[in-house]
C-alpha cells in the first residue's frame, strides 16, 4: 500500500517512447512540473499528451515542447504559448482543440470506465461537422483535419457524442497526499488533476506535503488513493518554486 516512490525520476523511468499522458494543472497553478522535468531528463519523445494547456512562462509542459517531445496535444487553450502555436501552425505538431468543459468530461468520464457520452457544446460548429485543423502541412493547407462526430436529438435538443478519454500514464500535483495515494488539491489546481488523475492507467503524483495514513478526514479527500500507483515528495524548494503568470500591483499612494 505504500506508494512513495524514492525519486520522481524513478517514478517515471518507465514511461516509453510515444506514451500517452493526462497532466494535471490549470495555467500555472497545480502543474506537476518536477515530474515533467523529471520526464524531459528522462528523454523519451513522440508523448502524446491531454491537458487544458501546454505550458506556460517556459515550464511545466513548454519544458518538453521545446525540446520536440511532444508529437500530439489534446487540450483547450493556447493561450500565450507562442512556442505552441508556432509548431502547430508550421505542422510540427498535431493539435486537437476541444471545448474546456467536454475536455473535462472526457477525462472524468474516461476514469468513470463510461466509454462516450452526449453533449450539447459543439452542436451547430466545426466541433460536430468536422473540418478543424488537427495537423497544418506547413505551407498554410490542412494535412489533417477533425472528422465529422456523431449527432442525435435527445427530447428535441441535438447532442454530439464525445468519446472518453484514457491515457497510459497520467502526472499531477496535490497539496496533500498520503502513502496510500489519497490526495488533497489546493484551490484552482482542483479543476483538472483530478480527472487527469482518473484518466490514467498509472498515475504518478507529486505532492507538496505527504503524511501518513488516516492524517486526511476521509470527508476532506478530493481524489481516492484508488486512482494514484505512484507517489513523489517534493522538497522545499521544490514546493516553494511557484511561478506567476500575470503580476498585478498598484502605485504607493
Known sequence: MDKVCVSAAAAVADVPAGATLAVGGFGLAGVPTVLIDALHAHGVDGLHVVSNNCGAMESGLAVLLAAGRIARVTGSYIGTNAEFARQYLAGELE?????????AERLRAGGSGIPAFYTPAGV??????????????????VAIASPAKETRVFDGVEYLLERGITTDFA?????????HGNLVFAKSARNFNPLAAMAGRVTIAEVEELVEPGSIDPDHVHLPGVFVQRIVELTPAQVADKKIEQRTTRRES
Not at 95 to 103: H, K, M, N
Not at 171 to 179: I, K, P, S, T
Open 95 to 103: 493539435v486537437e482543440l476541444i471545448p474546456q468543459g467536454t475536455l
Open 124 to 141: 451547430g460548429t466545426q466541433v460536430a461537422e468536422g473540418g478543424l485543423p488537427w495537423r497544418y502541412d506547413g505551407s498554410g493547407g
Open 171 to 179: 502526472l499531477v500535483r496535490a497539496a496533500r497526499g498520503d502513502r
